[in-house]
């Protein structure tokens, strides 16, 4: 039983860092310089990405401007 637990554990865990470390390489790149349309959407895109992949509020931002 000990062992189950340490198990779901670890699995756990490396399953989270996967999704954050995965949703980085899944963001696209803001190209629309002043056109605001083309900023909402790039926007859209990156939130749908991050519920997807479950991302904490506080990863949200240095992610965001990786790629902005």
Known sequence: MLEDYYQLKLHTRHKRERKVKDSRGDLPYFYGKEEVDAYLDWEMKVEQLFACHQV????KGPLATLRF
């Open 56 to 59: 904490s509020e506080e990863r």
